[in-house]
Nanobody
Framework: HVQLVESGGGAVLTGGSLRLSCPAS?????MGWFRQSPGKEREGVAG????????YYADSVKDRFTISRDKAKNVVYLQMYSLIPEDTAMYYC??????????????????WGQGTQVTVS
């Protein structure tokens, strides 16, 4: 069983920055960050494929968020810049994408963290 624990959430003002962290799951071909706010579906924010470090982003966060992986520390990050109130949500780290799955489909991941809250005002 893989246990993921996100960290780095908090409350910031519009235009601020935060960096979320999640321990990388050994052997996971892809890890992703998702977010969910009350009354909305969980949406994919960013994904990183560990083979080659290919990255993908939702259009709503492209050019503002960066997903990366520190191989030495075995940690996946989500650096968030220029935050806006619409970014307010619970952010989740996901690991172990099933074969043929898509980084942006939350049901295609096997393991999840408990989430970390991001609030932008």
């Amino acid at each position: 069983h893989v246990q993921l624990v996100e960290s780095g959430g908090g409350a910031v003002l519009t235009g601020g920055s935060l960096r979320l962290s999640c321990p990388a799951s050994a052997g996971s071909a892809c890890m992703g960050w998702f977010r969910q706010s009350p009354g909305k579906e969980r949406e994919g924010v960013a994904g990183i494929y560990t083979g080659g470090d290919r990255t993908y982003y939702a259009d709503s966060v492209k050019d503002r968020f960066t997903i990366s992986r520190d191989k030495a520390k075995n940690v996946v990050y989500l650096q968030m810049y220029s935050l806006i109130p619409e970014d307010t949500a619970m952010y989740y780290c996901a690991a172990d994408l099933k074969r043929g799955g898509r980084w942006s489909t939350w049901t295609d991941f096997k393991y999840w963290g408990q989430g970390t809250q991001v609030t932008v005002s």
